[in-house]
RNA sequence: GCGGAUGUGGUGAAAUUGGUAGACACGCUAGACUUAGGAUCUAGUGCCGAGAGGUGUGCGGGUUCGAGUCCCUCCAUCCGCACCA
């Protein structure tokens, strides 16, 4: 009987629907285990077969969790808000949750297809108000809210206002809190305090709240109209549509998610998550470990304050450079000075970020006519304004030594400033190339420091600068807050409105605030967002809600925990689900995600644990990436000036133009030629030159995937073809799932025909047929053997070996003709979770109830049955092996010796002379020295 | 520049702790069955060599009885960050 894949899919596809036999509940007394798939944002392109990679081995691995006796929570939803479909509803007029809900039922159609043991019950939508409801008063909780640096926790705002009334806000207090550096906020008394007008007071603690709105530097987007955080902007252009971003001073709302720079910081080292990403998030957050020293002004009030890490360098300053932006900047440029440095404040102003990137190594400044004095020397040291220095990282000040930091000594070489050495380097290094700014050498010209290490000097000077007050210890991180705000109308709205200036919060009781209709998806004539557009948007028709809206990333930053409790309507989730479930024990997703998603749902994790809602600090506790799916397009060959294609084994005779051509059109790289020719009209008459074969081949290159090269591959298309059970093992077959592949259908004839060999150990004569008898040591070998491997290859995330032990395992009892119900009703359930489709069917054949076997428990390896009593001895001779010798595994090292040395191949390889040494390794090698 | 990862046949890859390099699959070659199929089966297939044999995991070196695996130098590719003081 022919291996029906088509019927038998479907069959148990809608199976599993009727019967809901992926529901999952807390009335398990099994173990809990939460497997997740980072939720896709519903696109109108739809599913390529690179997006199931991740969910396909996520489903594989829920599946064997749950046969082996997790209950296990495998939930899938959407990321349902975004740019695309606004920017389509720019163009089109259509309501964007019109294409969103069109674009889910396709995703949703897709996935399906697939076999996955989704709990569909539990969808989400980060864009429905039952959902987004919780996102904002998440958003709310985080207004209320300020990081306490003495516990290093968020607490409530009303805590911070309960401490001020008590204590007023000290200089101190205020240096040790994170994140809000670049706010400005002056120290006062208590009495100051409770002179403030409820303005006032307000105004202070917006500096504290973790979710604000503050006055920043942002990424400013025309073309979205939008502003961008950090991570949305790659080089200067906007991540999604690859727009130009400009710096703009804007009022915002943000995330405070500096404050827990730290903690984000400390709470990498126990995940288990890629290396990677672990780097490149400690690399975001960009912690340096420094102090802060106050250089006294020479003719004016105060002082500049630098950041450095290379305190010992400090005799070698020779000027101080500050960021154009810098607060003193107009105040300390002199009459003589002033014309040019407002030229120079002018230029760097109309600088975009995308210009001041591509153009690092030019070197521009200009003096400002002022000096500080050196806190130690006391000599008069020039201030200059160079855009080199960033006004947001540090204190927007540098101390520059111009011989030990490659920059400053750009600066300096460039405007002729003097180059003081203070460490003495490496004999071969040439002062007049570069600075010498590593961290080894004896300290010179630096008075008290000199002939200390760099090490030693650096603790020194430390302390002496702490102790004579000119300045403290400092640490910086490079991570900055998160605007949270955007320009856009397909968005959570924030749940704020305002009287006159002032922002308040809107009852949680009267959440959600549901996303008004607008006539149209633009901005307003008044520059407002979209929402601006919408008929009384006001609180109580009388205070103006926020026009903005959040990002895409708010719904994503907690989601994983809606799926607990997808339908509650009191609370984000209740307490004892939260409780049961936990964080989530395996999270699959694409690497992408590195800084933006990733980041931002460990910062609302720690912030939602800090409020006691949840008992975690961590959101994902493993994280595997999957690696991208390359398109491999294919080309025909089309002579120059005609309609004749030759094929690729022959183009190098002719001229040719290479043509992508729909690789739906082409298998193995062979041209279906009658389809090439109706596919486009100009091919319709198209001559060809053949292989001596009479086939055409097709050439290839390997791109990303996309529409205008013709080769996205849809995972419908291949499901048609050969399979749903075909294509999942397919994916895996392809090599390790971190791994980046190009895309080839090539090999899927030969899963395709593993999964029929299986089929036909079942059937004889075209019949279900099976030796009932008992098998044989030899079969319960095979069986155990695969049981082994691939409990091992699952428990490794090794699913590509896990497939192979499967075709060896199928060739070998096909080979011994082992088609025992004893062996083939294990090696099904062992199948399962690769190939729930046709488990199933034969699952239901050998008579079992219908779809129980997802509930079947897999099958345990019994080492019994891999007893060996002899073993096929390499011997290998100065470590290469020559022959193999099988002898009984109950010999000992001498006996092993004496009977190798007695082997006639022995005799030959020594070639009469005598082993210098003999290895025997019992059970592995043997190995003579000769 | 800094950080991370990866380099193995014609191709995708395997080798979990140092112990038979190339499992499994594609492709290719030859053959069988065949009124032909994108079907199935058999044999072969790293490279050089007629063979014996030699040689082989990016290059060069080291440790070891033994290295794809450990150590050092270099090269290439990919990814992330990048004027971060």
């Known amino acids: 009987m022919e291996y029906r894949f088509q019927e038998i899919e479907k069959k148990w596809q809608h199976f599993w629907q009727s019967n809901q036999t992926y529901r999952v509940d807390e009335n398990s007394t099994n173990p809990p285990y939460y497997v997740l798939d980072m939720f896709p944002y519903p696109s109108g392109a739809g599913l390529h077969v690179g997006h199931p990679l991740g969910y396909i081995a996520s489903d594989i691995y829920a599946r064997y969790k749950k046969h082996t006796g997790f209950n296990v929570l ?184 500096t404050s827990y720079a730290q903690r984000l910081l400390e709470g990498l080292d126990a995940l288990d998550w890629p290396e990677s990403i672990k780097e490149t998030q400690r690399n975001w957050i960009g912690r340096s470990e420094g102090i802060s020293v106050r250089f006294p002004l020479i003719k004016h009030e105060g002082w500049i304050e630098v950041f450095t890490t290379r305190p010992d360098t400090l005799y070698g300053v020779s000027f101080l450079t500050i960021a154009p ?117 004896v300290l010179i010209n630096s008075q008290l420091l000199n002939g200390l290490s760099v090490y030693e000097a650096i603790q020194i000077i430390t302390e002496n600068i702490v102790n004579e007050g000119h300045g403290s210890k400092r640490i910086n991180y490079k991570l900055r807050n998160a605007v949270f705000g955007r320009q856009r109308y397909w968005g959570e709205p924030i749940p704020a409105y305002f009287k006159g200036d002032q922002p308040y919060m809107i009852p949680v009781e009267m959440l959600p605030l549901n996303l008004p209709e607008v006539d149209k998806y633009l901005p307003t004539e008044d520059g407002d967002p979209p929402l601006g557009r919408a008929a009384n948007w006001k609180f109580q028709d009388l205070f103006e809600y926020e026009k903005s809206t959040m990002p895409g990333w708010a719904g994503s930053s907690w989601y994983y925990l809606r799926y607990l409790d997808p339908s509650n309507e009191n609370m984000l989730a209740a307490p004892d689900k939260i409780a049961y479930w936990g964080s989530v024990d395996l999270y699959m997703g694409g690497a992408e995600h590195a800084t933006g998603h990733l980041l931002y749902a460990r910062f609302w994790c720690k912030f939602l644990s800090d409020l006691g809602i949840i008992p975690f600090e961590e959101p994902f506790k493993k994280l595997i990436n999957q690696g991208m799916i390359l398109g491999r397009s294919s080309f025909v060959y089309r002579v120059e000036g005609e309609q004749t294609f030759v094929s690729a084994g022959l183009k190098d005779a002719y001229r040719t133009t290479p043509i992508h051509v729909d690789i739906s059109l082409v298998t193995n790289d062979r041209l279906n030629i009658d389809g090439f020719k109706s596919w486009r009209s100009e091919f319709k008459n198209a001559k060809f030159i053949l292989e001596p074969s009479g086939e055409y081949l097709c050439g290839y290159e390997v791109e990303k995937m996309s529409k205008s090269k013709y080769n996205v591959q849809t995972p419908d298309e291949l499901v048609e073809r050969f399979g749903a059970d075909t294509l999942r093992m397919y994916e895996m077959f392809l090599g390790p799932v971190e791994q980046s592949k190009p895309w080839d259908t090539k090999g899927i004839t030969g899963v395709q025909g593993f999964l029929k060999k299986y089929w036909r150990l079942f059937h004889l004569n075209g019949k279900f ?76 054949k050998l008579g079992n109830k219908p779809g129980s076997l997802f509930n079947a428990s897999y099958p345990t390896f019994n080492p019994d049955y891999l007893v060996e009593s002899d073993y096929e001895y390499p011997v290998s001779f100065n470590g290469r092996m020559r022959f193999k010798i099988s002898l009984p595994l109950s010999l000992n090292t001498e006996e092993i010796q004496a009977n190798v040395l007695s082997q006639a191949e022995t005799i030959k390889w020594l070639e009469g002379k005598s082993p210098k040494k003999i290895i025997i390794v019992p059970g592995k090698i043997v190995n003579l020295v000769i």
């Open 74 to 257: 495998h939930p899938m939803g959407f990321d349902s808000f975004g740019l695309p479909a606004e920017q389509y509803a720019i163009l089109t007029g259509q309501h964007p949750a019109k294409t969103t809900k069109e674009n889910i039922a396709r995703y949703r159609e897709q996935l399906d297809k697939l076999g996955f043991s989704y709990d569909w019950s539990r969808e989400i939508q980060t864009s429905s108000p039952s959902y987004y409801k919780w996102t904002q008063w998440i958003f709310i909780q985080l207004y209320n809210s300020w990081f306490n640096p003495t516990t290093s926790k968020a607490e409530p705002i009303s805590q911070l206002i309960q401490f001020l009334n008590e204590n007023g806000l000290s200089s101190a207090f205020l240096n040790e809190i994170p994140g809000i550096m670049d706010a400005d906020i002056k120290p006062f008394t208590v009495a100051e305090w409770k002179g403030f007008t409820i303005e006032q007071q307000q105004n202070v603690l917006m500096n504290f709240r973790l979710a604000y709105l503050g006055e920043s530097f942002v990424n400013w987007c025309p073309e979205l109209g939008t502003v961008l955080a950090n991570d949305e902007v790659v080089n200067g252009f906007s991540e999604r549509g690859g727009y130009p971003v400009e710096r703009k001073l804007l009022k915002q709302w943000s995330m405070r998610i």
């Open 325 to 441: 932006e810098h607060e003193r900047v107009s105040a300390l440029c002199t009459s003589e000075q002033l014309e040019e440095v407002e030229a120079y404040i002018a230029l760097s102003k109309q600088r975009s970020e995308r210009e001041r990137i591509a153009d690092v190594n030019t070197i521009s400044g200009v003096f400002t006519g002022s000096y500080v004095a050196h806190p130690f020397t006391k000599e008069p040291i020039p201030i200059w304004i160079g855009d080199y220095v960033l006004a947001g990282y540090g204190t927007g000040a540098v101390m520059a030594v111009p011989a030990h930091d490659e920059r400053d000594f750009k600066f300096a070489s460039h405007f002729s400033l003097p180059i003081k050495q203070v460490i003495q380097p490496q004999e071969s290094h040439d002062f007049n190339l570069g600075a010498w700014t590593e961290k080894s050498g």
């Open 769 to 844: 047929e099976l030796n009932e008898a008992k098998p044989s040591k030899e079969h319960y070998k095979i069986l155990h053997k695969t049981i082994r491997k691939i409990r091992e290859d699952l428990d490794r995330f090794s699913f590509n070996t896990g497939v192979s032990n499967f075709m060896i395992c199928v060739n070998e009892l096909t080979e011994s003709k082992g088609n025992y119900r004893e062996i083939l009703e294990p090696l099904t359930v062992l199948l399962a979770p690769f190939a729930p489709h046709i488990t199933e069917e034969l699952w239901e």
